[in-house]
């Protein structure tokens, strides 16, 4: 499985971004799929993840409310909308995929829980 992440840019606070992962290889379907970002010095962290298993979507407390994760079949891609931007949003975002999707919910929440790693994308936030 191939991810292209890509999407990401300079916006000021409180604007809007969509990034978008585009998968090939394989289709998102029968696939955990998921968000993480990394500022500069720190490790990367969990944003969002979609659960193939019973369908739901999560999202870290920090973005919840404010990002939404979406997926195209029909386009093998997935979204994540992101809203009311922060400055402390400001990182690299990395879209990923469990394939196929065995890891247990709360190993979602850590990077080693996915198999394959878009090349990330960088968001700026920033007046």
């Known amino acids: 499985v191939q991810l292209q992440a890509y999407g990401g840019g300079l916006v000021q606070p409180g604007g809007s971004l969509r990034l978008s992962c585009a998968a090939s290889?394989?289709?998102?379907?029968?696939?955990?799929m998921g968000w993480f970002r990394q500022a500069p010095g720190k490790e990367r962290e969990f944003v969002s993840v979609?659960?193939?298993?019973?369908?739901?979507?999560y999202y870290s407390d920090s973005v919840k409310g404010r990002f939404t994760l979406s997926r195209d079949t029909a386009k093998n891609s997935m979204y994540l909308q992101m809203n009311s931007l922060k400055p402390e949003d400001t990182a690299v975002y990395y879209c990923?995929?469990?394939?196929?999707?065995?890891?247990?919910?709360?190993?979602?929440?850590?990077?080693?829980?996915?198999?394959?790693w878009g090349q990330g994308t960088l968001v700026t936030v920033s007046s």
């Open positions: 990923a995929v469990d394939v196929p999707p065995l890891t247990i919910l709360s190993g979602l929440w850590s990077a080693s829980g996915y198999d394959y």
């Open positions: 979609f659960r193939w298993n019973g369908g739901r979507t």
């Open positions: 290889g394989r289709t998102l379907s029968n696939v955990n």
